[in-house]
């Protein structure tokens, strides 16, 4: 499913991560972004950008609560470091609308 909100979305950051990562998700959010639903839980969805994945909750408010971030070869989550940002390739590409495809 594609995931766009209609305006700037307030995303609160439950573990600190790294400012870049929290714009580049609110750009994703802004533009419109593959997502997946949580089976198990409801308004809870995965969000796909290239090389990363982003785990969220949306209120029904509309606030997004941001939860972990891993990258998509890991087998595990590996949620970022503080004051680290991962590498997203991509990024680019989701945020101008070039997808390549």
Same mark, same amino acid.
């Given at each position: 499913?594609? @995931?766009? @909100?209609?305006?700037?979305?307030?995303?609160?950051?439950?573990?600190?991560?790294?400012?870049?990562?929290?714009?580049?998700?609110?750009?994703? @959010?802004?533009?419109?972004?593959?997502?997946?639903?949580?089976?198990?839980?409801?308004?809870?969805?995965?969000?796909?950008?290239? *090389?990363?994945?982003?785990?969220?909750?949306?209120?029904?408010?509309?606030?997004? @609560?941001?939860?972990?971030?891993? *990258?998509?070869?890991?087998?595990?989550?590996?949620?970022? *470091?503080?004051?680290?940002?991962?590498?997203?390739?991509?990024?680019?590409?989701?945020?101008?609308?070039?997808?390549?495809?």
């Amino acid at each position: 499913m594609l @995931l766009r @909100l209609n305006e700037n979305p307030r995303i609160e950051d439950l573990r600190n991560h790294p400012a870049e990562s929290v714009e580049a998700l609110r750009r994703l @959010l802004r533009t419109g972004v593959p997502a997946h639903p949580d089976p198990q839980r409801p308004d809870f969805y995965e969000v796909d950008n290239c *090389s990363r994945v982003f785990y969220i909750h949306i209120t029904p408010r509309g606030r997004v @609560l941001l939860l972990a971030i891993w *990258s998509k070869d890991a087998q595990e989550p590996n949620v970022e *470091s503080a004051g680290r940002a991962a590498t997203h390739p991509c990024e680019e590409a989701w945020t101008h609308g070039n997808f390549g495809f």
